[in-house]
């Protein structure tokens, strides 16, 4: 990238993602993530589940996190493979809004609105993780690439965390249909639509290096 030049939408030039941010220091803030935002969208059918006894309300959770905590060998793989700069990550936002159309993600949503009062708490942790994660787990890998590929203040990354938190919620609610969440995904794919096309330079010819970051 030239001397000065700024990547489409303003980050800075050689901006490395995630060189900085490896291993164990990856895994913690993925835990941390996964664990901080994904345990309050499953208060409503954890609370059901355990019937007011903290051993079923610790089971349950034990089995959900352990799935989240699990999603990291897919996560990290994939967070290392792609080349994440501000273009990647507005298709990334894209592809969420697409997935989020999907009959494959609706049907997972669904598995995560009811559980049977009279289940077993740890496999229900488990069955209820692994559709959470199905559904899920492509908006938690671009949000949390977003968060890294801006060096978010500690301010804006809680912000970030709460509103991602907050549409989950409202995705796993049993109210929320089939049309819902296909105008969720039309309007998450078109805000980053919108943004691509605003920041993104339009005159002349796009170079490639506007779309790749150097990782070396």
Known sequence: MSPGATDPIGSPPGAEYPRRVQGVGWLTTWALMAVVMMIPTAIRPAARLA?????????????????????????????????????????????????????????????????????????????????????????????????????MSVGLVSICMVAVTSYIIWAKHPRVTRTHLRASGIAIAAAAALMFTVLTPTAGTHHADHFTVNRS
């Open 51 to 151: 019937q007011g006894q903290w051993r079923r309300w610790l089971a349950f959770l034990l089995g959900y996190c352990c799935i989240w905590l699990a999603t990291a060998l897919v996560a990290y793989p994939v967070d290392r493979l792609v080349p994440w700069n501000g273009a990647v990550l507005l298709v990334g936002w894209v592809a969420v809004g697409v997935y989020v159309m999907l009959p494959f993600a609706a049907r997972h949503l669904r598995a995560c609105r009811f559980l049977a009062s009279d289940a077993r708490p740890l496999p229900a942790g488990l069955r209820y993780g692994t559709s959470c994660a199905i559904a899920c787990l492509p908006l938690m890998i671009v949000a949390m690439a977003t968060v890294h590929q801006f060096r």
